[in-house]
């Protein structure tokens, strides 16, 4: 299967409309700035835009990793839903909401968001 990455949206959260539409919340442009360390982020959540060449569900397992240290700070497995769209054959476009809670932060530097 063949999934192309577009982007992906850094924010504390997501939320969707009635009207289908996503609003962003706390946009992170392109750094995460805290006050002070350790902290903890009440909520991160990765905003994605993909697509897919076909339909299914697919299991993902998902991960936050320091760059220097190589330690998981977040972790978790969701399911990623690739559905039909009205007069679209393929590539079919996938929004994918990845959202951690109370992830702590202990130290500066660079970390790694791994989808697979």
């Known amino acids: 299967m063949a999934i192309k990455h577009r982007f992906t949206l850094m924010c504390d959260e997501i939320r969707r409309e009635d009207n289908g539409k996503f609003i962003v919340l706390g946009l992170y442009t392109p750094n995460i700035s805290l006050m002070s360390l350790p902290a903890i982020l009440p909520a991160l ?68 968001l791994s989808v697979q």
């Open 45 to 112: 959540t990765f905003f994605q835009y993909l697509e897919a060449d076909r339909l299914g569900s697919f299991s993902q397992r998902i991960s936050l990793n320091s760059l220097e240290t190589g330690k998981v700070i977040a972790s978790n497995t969701s399911m990623l839903n690739v559905q039909p769209q009205a007069n679209v054959i393929a590539p079919w476009t996938v929004l994918n909401a990845i959202g951690f809670r109370n992830v702590m932060i202990d130290r500066a530097g660079a970390y790694n």
